[in-house]
């Protein structure tokens, strides 16, 4: 799907998330800070640009050209300080496909100073968002709704990623049944028309299968344990949460407007979401992996993002 | 010398360069855009602050709090970039101490900007100093002076870093044809004073030799071969020099500002300067290395930079 990227080549993966910072605020070596893309059928969409995003995408071979939209969460430094070097890194690669940012006010002036000041031409134009509750995003891959999570006073959201529903499966056992040969009618029933084959009149729902739900992923930037994630990561495929702090880490947590690793457990669990992904641990931590251990009592698919890491949605 | 990074710790390095960054604006994994630190007696001292600079200081166990100043060469993104991420890093560190920023004029409002947005509240205070051509910077290790280099219409400077002259050495011999044995009036004799030990009056002329000539470092950001380079990095013991370019793209150098490797050979030669660093190559250049043997027919010592090298200037 990513011709530009061997992996994608190979393996032919559809949809995934890869993780390509995963650290809070202070850095450490390898790494990095908040920036999460995901790969879908040869575009990439981004949540939240903390500082060194571009180098990390260059390590993967994720060409800055295929970058439809970019989501930032809230505007602390630590999440969207990688911005200008990455749009500056878009028109040395000569973009000239209109990108759009969906961000809390101020990133647009904040994008806009930075070019004054370094006098960049930028090649291609931005559609600044300015992020709200509801739909914030969509093409003709995806729906993007954003939602309030708890984090501190300041204005921070969390993503809803909504893939459109998928078309259903046409039922083969039926057409056997009638004897008829699967063939370019099949499009015509896809889009609703009924046909005529073998002088049987076959209307759509006769063969085809509902529409299938498509993924659904969420992403909370920094937060609190927070009933709006409760109610907007229900049955998610994936959800992302916050988990700077170890579970004993509690007041700290709270002091700092991030969970623990119990807490984000807590938060899926009550989402009922099918798989969790705990993101932007504290330095203080060396090994994540232990952190991990401590969400397997309450949720059966967690696991610490890694810088990297492929989380493959969809062959 | 800097007990929070074995490597000093051990083998003692009282001054030296660590190339933190030496990659030109497209980002090239590893190879960090442009920052240079300057290690001398515990200190650091930052020339340009790329993206990801403060992700390399850690990874080298160099504490964010040792910085004493920063000297900005020109306000192309890729030479400033990390700038607001490492003075939120300072203050995660709890800075207290001044911090010296010497850029050009429009860095300030660049930073107040980003703490605007961010809500950042700073713990230190910033000493912003506007570049202009001569003494920009002077506490009690080095004075370090601007000169304007040749970079397109952008207001852009190289750096001489010079050493306060060394107290001379000792004339043990000396010492021993007057039957003195050396003693805590050394130290006397060191603040110019005359001295009477064992009946024989000694002035200082008679036993210390004269103050000895300290180090000399010249950095040029990003520049084309410039005369004022060649008459500020007289006899630098190490000159170090945009080689954007391989000697063929001269073309391309020219019209984009920057030097090819022969040209800061060139320069280097003239301004007979003891060695050369090659720094700031293109995307293009996977092995830096075979850009280094174009310069070595005009000068005997020169090197790529390469990231986390150590230039050992003292021991």
Redesign the interface.
Known sequence: MLPDNPLYGVSGVQAGIIYLGVGA??????R??ASIALIYKGSIYLFDVG??T???L??LGLSPLRIRAVFITH????HF??L??LL??MT??SRKAKLSIIAPK??E??IA??ER????LRSFDIDFVDVKSGLVYRDENINVYAYPVCHGS?RAYGFVVEEHPRPGRVRVDRLEQLGVKPGPFISRLRRGESVIVNNIVLKPEDVIEPPRRGFKIVYTGDTRPCITTVENAREADLLIHDATFSSSEVNEAREKGHSTVREAALVARLAKAKCLALIHFSARYRDVYLLAREASSLMSCAYAAEPQLLHVIRL
């Open positions: 605020s202070a850095p450490v070596p390898g990095g800070l500082e060194g571009q180098e990390r260059v390590a505007l602390h430094g630590d300080f990688g200008p070097g500056q890194f040395l690669s101020g990133i002036d904040y100073n930075a000041v370094t006098g960049h300041i």
